[in-house]
């Protein structure tokens, strides 16, 4: 009996989600058609989420809301023409980016929020459109809210009706990578969601499930399991083609990859030259360095021969000073000692005697020991008045 039990769950339980996962919304066009449900607790969401969704717009409605989480300025709101990416109090418009999307044609859009830079960024097909920084304020909690899909949640209103198809709209508790969004994008059939299901606080399987409002049907998408990739068609044959507006896009790309190739050649031409002037400039600096210190040395080499000149000069000059103190002792020696002389010996020293001498043209140095004279009054008198040296007679 276990066997027979277990074979029934397994029966039971695939089909309805295979049966789920090719099925998209479609939204009428008044403002009774929406989904909504009453959350009381939204803690998981808190400080994180990304909401993702198929779109495909067939209504023409001033401001179409795809959800909109309503607890007053902590809610967030996402709409499918670009005039509301609403979080925490902050509107991102992206207006003309969406309105490069025909309408009727399905797009894959995306929108992220942390609390840890506080920005709201919206990607679509993949590809980041814009960002913009919110308040400091936090998402949801334990506050008492409500989601709407296909209206907003405040008021149901003409301006906000959907109107369109919606498919694989999930609710993811952080942020999701530019990886992550750019495989989730790339083909609407893909499993991309499954595989990040652990991080789905609000699963398309269950947004499927809930009471609707109003005109929400179902629609078959997917039907053998295989889907074309977003820009991409079949032609007569089944084979599938790549759309003119990809092929437009990688035109862009080759031009912009060769723009940049240029800009990279001129600046490294730029560069090259700048280059080859520096080191020209380095050259003549280096020379320049060169000789100045080939003129240091050649400086320091005079200034050394000056030195030791000086020094003989000094020399030369203390030498020669030295000789004339000499000779200006020896001569006034010789002078005095003509006083001892026989011809002066024991005779009276008279002023005549002096100047025949020439004692007195010896700057003034009259003084000395006259030994064996006799010295006169008048003399004594004469070389006072003559010099202002005292003479002492014994």
Aim: hydrophobic share 35%; glycine share 6%; net charge negative.
């Amino acid at each position: 009996m276990i066997p027979v039990f277990l074979a029934f769950i397994l029966v039971a339980v695939t089909p309805s989600i295979a049966e789920d996962s090719n099925k998209a919304l479609r939204f009428g066009n008044t403002t009774n058609d929406h989904i909504t449900w009453a959350v009381s607790d939204l803690t998981e969401l808190e400080t994180q989420f990304s909401v993702c969704s198929w779109v495909r717009r067939l209504f023409n409605a001033p401001y179409p809301v795809i959800i909109h989480y309503y607890p007053h300025t902590h809610g967030f709101l996402l709409g499918s023409r670009g005039n509301h990416n609403y979080v925490v109090g902050r509107n991102l418009n992206l207006r003309t980016k969406y309105g490069e999307i025909p309408d009727g044609e399905w797009f894959h859009v995306c929108m992220t929020w942390s609390s840890t830079d506080y920005t709201t960024i919206v990607y679509l097909n993949g590809e980041m459109a814009g960002s913009k920084l919110t308040r400091h304020k936090t998402i949801g909690g334990t506050r008492d809210g409500k989601f709407t899909v296909g209206n907003a949640a405040s008021s149901k209103h003409p301006t906000y009706i959907f109107g369109g198809d919606l498919y694989k709209l999930n609710i993811f508790k952080r942020v999701l990578s530019v990886q992550e969004v750019r495989k989730m994008s790339a083909n609407m059939c893909s499993d991309e969601e499954v595989r990040l299901n652990e991080f789905r606080s609000f699963r398309w399987e269950d947004i499927f499930s809930k009471p609707r409002s109003g005109s929400v049907t179902e629609i078959s998408v997917c039907t053998d399991g295989q889907a074309p990739a977003v820009d991409q068609e079949e032609d007569s044959t089944g084979q599938t083609v790549i759309s003119e507006g990809i092929l437009e896009r990688l035109e862009s790309t080759e031009q912009e990859l060769t723009e940049t190739k240029q800009q990279l050649a001129t600046i490294q031409s730029t560069m090259s030259e700048e280059l080859a002037i520096v080191k020209s400039t380095l050259a003549e600096i280096s020379k320049k360095l060169e000789s100045t210190e080939q003129e240091l040395a050649e400086t320091k080499l005079n200034l050394a021969q000056s030195e030791e000149k000086l020094r003989n000069v000094t020399e030369t000059w203390n030498q020669t000073l030295s000789e004339i103190e000499a000779d200006k002792e020896e001569e006034v020696s010789s002078r005095w000692d003509a006083l001892y002389s026989e011809k002066y010996l024991d005779k009276k020293l008279t002023k005549e005697m002096i100047q025949e001498t020439g004692l007195e043209s010896t700057d003034g140095d009259i003084l000395g020991l006259f030994v064996g004279v006799t010295i006169t009054e008048d003399l004594i008198d004469y070389l006072k008045q003559r010099h202002d040296d005292t003479v002492i007679c014994l």
